[in-house]
Structure formats: C-alpha cells, structure tokens
C-alpha cells in the first residue's frame, strides 16, 4: 500500500494551483517555488502568505490517508523571525483561500516538533480521511521579521508533513 501525494501551492486572485512544488520558501512574491535570493523579505516586513494542501492522487493500494501533521523539524529561528501558521491540535478552524497578500496575519508560532496528533484538517476536521482523489484543507503560513532580524540572513528551515495511510 503506498498512496501518491504531493504538496500543492496556490497563489493568486482566483486561485492558480501548483502541483508538486519543488519548495515551500517564502519571498517577497505570491508565487511558488520561489528563488529566495530573487525575492528577499527584508528586515521588519513579512512575505506573502503561503497557502499549501496535500493532493492525494491515487491511493495506491491503501483505504485512506489521515491524521496529517506538519511542524518545522529543523533550522533555528534567528532575533525576530517567526512562521505564523493556523496548524493546531486543537480549536481547530480551517483556513479559507484568499489571495495572498503581505499583511500580517497572526494566529500562532509554527510547532517546532511532531505535534503527535492531527494538526492539518481534512473536510474541516482533524479527525477527517482521504478516502478518494482529492486535497487536504489549506495550510496557511507567513515568514515574519522584525526591525532586529540581521540583514541577508538565509536561514533554512526544514518543514516536515506526515500522515498516517491504511
């Protein structure tokens, strides 16, 4: 049993979807798998907001795909960075698709280890499956800086999404 997903990007107004994206960075630009030298978020600004759900494409084999949780796994923040996100294990509230924009949004602090339980929905709920083709709700998130974050610093972080397929 192994299920096909991929992580798609939207970006837009009315929403242009990008399938399989190659990376998740965040820039100065609504686009995806952007070059972070090309489009740098400079110090006290904010990129533009990412918006990614998983694509399950095939199932391979397995019944479902569930219980999907994604934290940041590696890459320390530096003075002033931030990953705001809506991931979380509780109080859950799905993000709806806008167009992204700069503005800042705040929710709470990406999960800096396995959040154990479901942290990214499925038809509005954490406890939802992937039974057929179809996406997960949206992930939401938006690198922050402020005025003390030092200047030209490409901090790579590690992102890590996982699931449970049966």
């Not at 994206?21 to 070059?35: C, L």
């Not at 399950?56 to 320390?76: D, M, P, V, Y």
Request: hydrophobic share 35%.
């Amino acid at each position: 049993m192994v299920a096909t997903v991929e992580i798609c990007e939207s970006n837009t107004a009315g929403e242009t979807i990008t399938h399989n994206v190659g990376n998740i960075n965040f820039g100065n630009t609504d686009a995806p798998n952007i070059v972070v030298a090309d489009y740098p978020v400079t110090a006290g600004e904010y990129s533009y907001i990412k918006y990614i759900r998983l694509h399950l494409t095939a199932l391979g084999g397995s019944n479902k795909i569930e219980k999907i949780r994604a934290w940041k796994s590696a890459g320390a923040y530096v003075t002033g960075e931030d990953i705001q996100t809506n991931l979380k294990t509780s109080g859950y509230s799905p993000a709806s698709y806008a167009t992204p924009v700069k503005t800042i949004f705040s929710d709470q602090t990406l999960p800096t280890a396995d959040p154990v339980t479901a942290n990214l929905g499925i038809a509005g709920s954490l406890t939802g499956a992937l039974t057929a083709v179809g996406y997960s709700d949206y992930w939401k998130m938006q690198f922050q800086t402020s005025g003390s974050t030092p200047p030209g610093n490409v901090n790579t972080k590690t992102l890590t999404i996982e699931y449970d397929e049966s």
